[in-house]
């Protein structure tokens, strides 16, 4: 099966990383500062409409507070980056430490992860002068560095670029579960909305054969990504675009989650302990459906992709409509040869490939191998990117994942036709 270029479809956001290699001569440094700085003045503006009790509040152990995702992404830098590559450095307050490490245990202790709402100190004012703190020692680390050393230093600057992003997408998805719950419908932004979908109704066929995926070692990637490898495709199609709401209510009209049949007998379980009805956000309203949005409450409309789907309903989606969910390998398959549209920039789409590592995997060495191997189990992985994911982090190769039962991500789908 020839590979098309790996480039991305109109709904991607645009690269924002400079583009030298990493070992590139002379290496551009006002580049990868550039880089820097804007990757964390996303972070501020993205904090910047929720006051100081906006940040502090963690609405379950899955969500984690604004605050501590400030946080959260300043110690990465400083852990990681400033204590092994900037002779001299002087840790801003070691405390930190132990409440903004995450989960890497080769870095030490941490806080539990339920616990995060109850760290009030440091206030919000008080995170961003460590923000401050490390932003300068790291631009003074980028611009003062020999070549040699910042050779070392940029592949950590570049992983903690994404990780970055990857909790600014967590910051907006995190603050719409906790004003879920208020009674007031808070808006974070008035003018936010989900974009519109572009893909045309139908399908494309998926040819049989052997291809291959995973990264083909241009640009950055995570290590999951790797490596490289040959997967057997058995053919069939996939639709060009996303499953929408109007079918999502026919899916709910039909008995769907009133019928077990349908269901993974672990989803069931979850149906019936959680009482779901519907997609994560909705409420029934005299007039019809309402769904909580970054800019409140707002009718849904039938026309706009599902969203805020578990796994469990994905799948029991898929089999009240007699199809499949694409595996990861027909998801790649098609958005590199251009035979899905709407992939990039509304929602995560689920496939049914377990979260598994790829043949030959490995972890780096240190505690950045922990950032993605010890999480390959029990999970399942997502592709494309959503409305919430920040410009530059968007690619074919990526995979995210979650628990089979989360939803409260921008998570959707789309449906598949296998070949036996």
Known sequence: MAAAAASLPRSAHRAAFPPPALDARPIHRDAWIAAFRAVRDETERRAAPLSPEDQQIQSMEDASPTKWHRAHTTWFFEQFLLREHLPGYAIYDERLHYLFNSYYVQAGPRQPRFMRGMITRPTAQET?????HVDRAVTVALREASDEALARMLPILEIGLHHEQQHQELMLTDILHAFAQNPLDPVYDARWAMPSAQAPAGKSALEKGITRIGHDGDG???????????????????????????????FMADGGYARAELWLNDGWVCVQREGWEAPGYWRRER?????????????????????????YEADAYARWAGRDLPTEAEWEVAARDGLIEDAFGLVWQWTRSAYG??????????????????FMSSQYVLRGSSVATSEGHARIGYRNFFYPHQRWQFTGLRLADAQG
Do not use: C, Q
């Open 128 to 132: 961003a002068e460590y923000r401050a």
């Open 357 to 374: 590592p790829y043949p030959g995997y490995r972890p780096v060495p240190g505690a950045l191998g922990e950032y993605n191997g010890k």
């Open 287 to 311: 007039d019809g459906w309402s769904t909580m949005s970054l800019a409140g409450r707002r009718p849904v409309d039938p026309a706009a992709p599902v969203t805020h789907v578990s796994y």
């Open 220 to 250: 950055f990637a995570f290590d999951n990504e790797s490596p490289r490898h040959d997967v057997l495709m058995l053919g069939g199609a996939i639709d060009r675009g996303l499953v929408t709401n109007g079918e999502w209510l026919a």
